[in-house]
C-alpha cells in the first residue's frame, strides 16, 4: 500500500450523514411537486405565450418616449423619487435601531429585543405595509415612499450592527488618553470608521428598492406598477413591452452606477 | 474637474516645502444628495403634517392585529405548505438550471465570447425582471395557482444563484485544471474534478440562502394570483379582518425564523 492509497484510506467517510441529507432533500422534492399541477396548460395559453413574446419584442414606442403624465419616462422618474426617498427614509429610521441593537453597545437582553423586532419588520412583506400604509395617507407615491422606508429598515440596520460590532475601539482609547472629548471622539474615532460602510449599504439598499418600488403600484403605492398591471390586465402586450424594457434599462445602469460608486467607496 | 473649480490647499510645511491638500468632496456630495431628497420628496407629495395628523391609523391596524385570531389558524396551513412548496420546488428546479448557465456564462471555461455574453446578458436581464412581473406574467400563461408561482421563483433563483456562481468559477484557482488537461482530460472532465469542487460548498450555500429569500417571495406572490398564503393575505386586508392578517404574519414569522435557521446551520457547515 502506497501513501496515495494510505491518504485515500484515511479521508473521513461520511457517506451516511450524504445519503441522509440526499434522501431529505428527494423527499422534499417529490412533496413539493405535489404543488404544481400542468393541466391547465392548453393551446390557449400557448397562444397567450406568443403574444406576449410578440408585444415585448414590439414595444409601443409611443408611450415609451413621449413627454406627458402618462409615459414610461415620467413614471420611471416617479419610482426613482420612490426609492431614494424611502431608502433615506429607511436609513435615517435605522441608525437608532442598529445602535440598539448592538450587543457592545447596549446590554443583552435589551439588543436581542431589537434583533427580534428587527426579523419581525423584516418579514413582514412589502405589500403588506404598502396595503397598511395606504390607509394612512391615501393612495399615491407618499405611500411607496413609506412603504419602501419600512421595508428597509430591516436589512439596513441588521448590516449596521455588523458595521458597529467591528469597530476598532483601540482607536477610542487612544483619543482617550491623548484627551478627547465624548464629541471629538464620535466625529473623530466613530464616524470615519462607520460611514463608508453605512453609505455603501445604503446604495445597495437603492439598488434593490428600485425593484421593490417598481412592484409597489400593484397596490397602489404609486410607481409604474399601476400602470403596469392595468397593460397586463387589459392584454396590451406592447404597452406592458415598452414599461419593462425601461424598467430593465433603468435598474441595470442604477445597478452599473451604485457598483461603481461602492467600489470606490470600499477601496476608500 | 472638481480640483480645477476649486483649488487644492497650499499648505507650507516646516521645511519649506508647499504640499497640496485637496479640498474635500463631502459637501458636494451632500449637497446633491439634499436636493435630490427635497425634488423627490415633492415629486412624491411627502409631507410630514400628514404623517404625524394619520400615523396612528398604522398603529391602530397594527394593534387589531394583535391579538391575533387562533381561530383561522386551522385554514392556514395549507397555503402555508404550498407556498413553502412552491419556493422548495423553484429553488431546487432554478438551482440546477443555474449550473449549466452559469458555467456557459464563466469566461474561463467557455472560450466562445458569443455564448459567454449571451448567457451573462440572460441572466441580468432575468434579475433586473421583479419576481412580482414574472409570476404575473406567469399567471397568464401557466394559469392561476402555485404552477405560475414556481415558475416566478424559479426564474429568480436562476438569475440570482447563476450570477453569483459564475463570478466564482471565474475566480476559481485554474492550476489543477490546466494540470488534468495536460494529463489528457476533456474539458469537461477537468472542470468535473477540478473546477467543481472548488465551488460546489459556496454553489450549495448561495443556494440555501436563495430559498430562504424565496420563501420570502413566495409568501407575496398570492397577491397577484400565483397561489400560496399571499391569497389570504390579500383577502384578510381586503375585508379589514386584521387579526386574521395578524395570525398570518406571526405563522410566517416563525416559519420564515425557523427555515432561516435551520439553512444558516448548513450554511456555516459548508464554509
Excluded at chain 2, 416559519?255 to 464554509?271: D, G, Q
Aim: aromatic content about 10%; some cysteine; overall charge positive.
Amino acid at each position: 500500500m502506497n501513501s496515495i492509497d494510505k491518504q485515500l484510506a484515511a479521508a473521513p467517510r461520511n457517506q451516511l450523514y450524504l445519503g441522509t441529507i440526499a434522501i431529505i432533500l428527494a423527499a422534499l422534492f417529490v412533496w413539493s411537486m405535489t404543488a404544481v399541477s400542468f393541466n391547465q396548460i392548453d393551446q390557449n395559453s400557448l397562444k397567450i405565450a406568443k403574444n406576449i413574446v410578440h408585444g415585448l419584442t414590439h414595444p409601443d414606442t409611443e408611450l415609451l418616449f413621449n413627454v406627458s403624465k402618462q409615459s414610461v419616462l415620467y413614471l420611471l422618474l416617479e419610482t426613482v423619487a420612490i426609492a431614494f426617498l424611502g431608502t433615506v427614509v429607511g436609513a435615517v429610521l435605522a441608525v437608532p435601531l442598529a445602535f440598539l441593537a448592538a450587543s457592545n453597545i447596549v446590554p443583552k437582553p435589551l439588543s436581542w429585543l431589537t434583533r427580534l423586532l428587527l426579523i419581525i419588520i423584516r418579514t413582514v412583506p412589502a405589500l403588506v405595509y404598502g396595503l397598511m400604509l395606504i390607509r394612512v395617507t391615501g393612495p399615491g407615491a407618499f405611500a411607496g415612499v413609506l412603504t419602501v422606508g419600512i421595508t428597509s429598515i430591516g436589512m439596513l440596520a441588521k448590516l449596521y450592527v455588523d458595521a458597529i460590532e467591528e469597530l476598532d475601539t483601540r482607536v477610542l482609547e487612544s483619543m482617550t488618553s491623548v484627551g478627547c472629548t465624548t464629541f471629538e471622539k464620535i466625529r473623530f474615532g466613530i464616524i470615519p470608521q462607520l460611514m463608508s460602510t453605512f453609505l455603501s449599504v445604503m446604495i445597495y439598499r437603492f439598488d434593490m428598492n428600485m425593484r421593490e418600488a417598481s412592484i409597489l403600484g400593484l397596490v397602489g403605492a404609486g410607481g409604474i406598477g399601476a400602470p403596469l398591471i392595468f397593460a397586463m390586465r387589459s392584454y396590451k402586450w406592447d404597452q406592458v413591452g415598452s414599461i419593462l424594457i425601461g424598467l430593465v434599462v433603468l435598474i441595470l445602469m442604477i445597478e452599473f452606477f451604485s457598483n461603481k460608486i461602492r467600489a470606490k467607496l470600499v477601496r476608500g | 474637474m472638481f480640483d480645477k473649480l476649486f483649488p487644492p490647499k497650499k499648505m507650507m510645511l516646516p521645511g519649506g516645502k508647499i504640499v497640496l491638500q485637496k479640498r474635500s468632496r463631502t459637501p458636494l456630495v451632500v449637497l446633491i444628495l439634499a436636493v435630490c431628497t427635497v425634488l423627490s420628496a415633492q415629486f412624491t407629495n411627502f409631507s410630514f403634517p400628514v404623517l404625524f395628523d394619520r400615523i396612528h391609523e398604522f398603529f391602530t391596524i397594527i394593534n387589531k392585529m394583535i391579538p391575533p385570531d387562533w381561530g383561522s389558524l386551522s385554514g392556514i396551513w395549507s397555503p402555508l405548505l404550498d407556498t413553502i412548496k412552491m419556493s422548495l420546488l423553484g429553488s431546487i428546479i432554478g438551482a440546477w438550471i443555474a449550473l449549466p448557465v452559469a458555467v456557459a456564462a464563466s469566461s474561463n471555461i467557455v472560450q466562445s465570447r458569443i455564448v459567454i455574453i449571451i448567457s451573462k446578458a440572460l441572466l441580468s436581464l432575468l434579475r433586473t425582471l421583479p419576481t412580482l412581473v414574472s409570476a404575473l406574467i406567469a399567471t397568464f400563461v401557466f394559469g392561476l395557482g402555485s404552477m405560475a408561482g414556481t415558475v416566478a421563483i424559479m426564474l429568480f433563483t436562476i438569475s440570482y444563484v447563476g450570477k453569483l456562481l459564475y463570478e466564482q468559477i471565474e475566480n476559481v484557482d485554474m492550476g489543477a485544471f490546466e494540470a488534468m488537461e495536460s494529463l489528457g482530460m476533456t474539458r469537461l472532465e477537468a472542470f468535473r474534478f477540478a473546477v467543481l469542487p472548488q465551488v460546489l460548498p459556496g454553489y450549495i450555500s448561495t443556494s440555501l440562502y436563495c430559498f430562504e429569500g424565496n420563501v420570502r417571495y413566495a409568501a407575496i406572490l398570492g397577491l397577484v394570483g400565483a397561489g400560496g398564503i399571499g391569497l389570504l393575505i390579500n383577502e384578510g386586508l381586503g375585508w379589514r379582518d386584521y387579526p386574521a392578517v395578524g395570525m398570518i404574519i406571526l405563522v410566517l414569522i416563525v416559519t420564515v425564523y425557523a427555515i432561516e435557521r435551520v439553512s444558516e446551520h448548513f450554511r456555516k457547515k459548508l464554509i
